[in-house]
């Protein structure tokens, strides 16, 4: 099946600066999703982005499928940005889920 | 409109104790899955199922049993618990199997002792 990694494996910045959470996959997909799972747990759909750039407020994603490899970008981050933020890809098959980048927002 | 929900939150096993962990859907999604996460591990998959009656293995099935008599529902059954199995479980679906966008329970917490 599909390889994802990701990186950096951890990331610690200031409250306001801006970071870019990388995702490599090892073939081509339909399917890229990138979750945010906060301090309590719980996982958030943040993104569902198999080509192509989106936005949401301050988040925004870039998958470039030709190249295998997708960008989450986080602008002006905030404390409550903190937590485990997973890259999952598959062609068409089950999700594989990257070990996450884990990210402190320090105030 | 409850999207996925997962009983119980937490749960200590004795070794060898059998228990279900329930997961139900209200959205209609044709696509349910079961996950563990475990430390530096990830997210593995465990068992899935694309639509009421059929089910498949994941990466890590031993020691699960699941079924899918349902759109709704999908429990994980563990059959005689090992302390291998004390991890953190989440339930998810999608519309669509394999292309939509997928939607986490809020997770349940197995130790096992």
């Known amino acids: 099946g599909i390889q994802v990694e990701q990186s950096p494996p951890d990331l610690i910045l200031q409250e306001g600066a801006n970071s870019t959470l990388r995702c490599n996959f090892s073939?081509?997909?339909?399917?890229l999703q990138w979750f945010h799972q906060n301090p309590w747990g719980q996982l958030i759909n943040l993104f569902y982005i198999p080509s192509g750039t989106k936005q949401n407020g301050r988040l925004s994603a870039t998958t470039v499928a030709t190249e295998r490899y997708s960008l989450l970008y986080i602008s002006s981050s905030q404390t409550t940005d903190s937590g485990v933020y997973f890259c999952a890809a598959s062609g068409y098959s089950t999700l594989t889920f990257g070990k996450g980048t884990m990210l402190l927002v320090s105030p | 409109n409850a999207g996925v929900t997962q009983t119980p939150k937490f749960q200590v096993l004795k070794t060898g104790q059998s228990m279900t962990l329930q997961c139900a859907q209200d959205m209609n999604h044709e696509y349910m899955s079961w996950y563990r996460q475990d430390p530096g591990m990830g997210l593995r998959l465990i068992h899935y199922s694309v639509g009421a009656g059929i089910t498949d293995q994941g990466e890590v099935p031993n020691g699960y049993n699941v079924s899918r008599s349902t759109t709704e529902d999908f429990p994980l059954r563990l059959l005689s618990a090992a302390p291998s199995q004390t991890s953190v479980y989440f339930c998810a679906s999608s519309y669509r199997a394999y292309t939509g966008e997928l939607f986490f329970g809020e997770g349940s917490r197995l130790t096992v002792l």
């Open positions: 073939d081509s997909v339909n399917n």
